[in-house]
């Protein structure tokens, strides 16, 4: 009964990794805490690099850096 | 002032769904704990079937079983 | 397979009220967009009134207003 | 280490005023409650006026009136 | 850079299983797609059993059942 | 109509400096993107440091070195 959600920068994720972080989260969930993978939920969220910051700044422009 | 997140898989959901979820979300706030619809919020996120796992799989793949 | 996340101030929700929330979200998913309720998730977060703003204040405050 | 996530309606917001609103939520979270930029994460969701509803109606409606 | 959330029923779990959950989810994110841990938050959310639904019932009900 | 939603680490906030959490991002969201204070919502969330995890380590553990 899990709900995982996973945000990372929208940068080329191809539809292989998603498919590896969905199994990853599950087996960890399961591993874990023994939880049902049948009910357990993984929604991934890209974001675009403008629209995540950290140190204060864009990811956009930290990767000019 | 509730604020509701409704999150689903993108699969061709219509504007006038989601009026309907958006109405059915503040009716239900209202009725059950008699919050004021003016301040209710809600939000619908509608997420890429390579993004959404159930069961430890994508849902692109689960829809093709 | 929808999940619904549900944020109101914590001011004495009973848990009937909570499965009223719970089953009204649920049926909402199934009737506008026939979504199955076996894999249907509902999350309720109760809030701290000092932990909710609106207008720049917290709910706490506006509470005494 | 705070996270910070701000959902706006998508309406043209520019790349300048993402990064105003990253710079602004770092540098809040860092003079109330001395938090270090370097590891403060800000998200930045977009959403469709489809998607947003208030007084149970969306805001491409309200936007109409 | 990542951000993950896992919410769970608040059934017991413990210290070492949070820890777990922690390094597990951040090594699966530096597996898959190369993100540096040194970035990578995680977020655990242990909800009440009251505020859980599924199947349109609390995890309360369903457990007894 | 913004919601924001501030996640920190629950150590010792107090009702003064939530209260200005909230002010302040109501103020940055109404200087960058013009809008309405009386429908911008804040959300603080004050998460357990066993429950946060950076490095791949929980925020209690990282705390004691």
Tied chains: 1, 2, 3, 4, 5, 6.
Excluded: F, S
Aim: proline share 3%; glycine share 6%; charged share 30%.
């Amino acid at each position: 009964m899990p709900y995982v959600n996973i945000k990372i920068t929208d940068e080329g994720v191809t539809k292989e990794q998603k498919a590896a972080l969905i199994k990853g989260a599950t087996e960890l969930l399961q591993k874990v805490l023994n939880k049902n993978p049948a009910t357990t939920v993984v929604v991934i969220d890209e974001v675009n690099t403008d629209n995540w910051g950290i140190q204060g700044e864009q990811v956009t422009e930290l990767r000019k850096k």
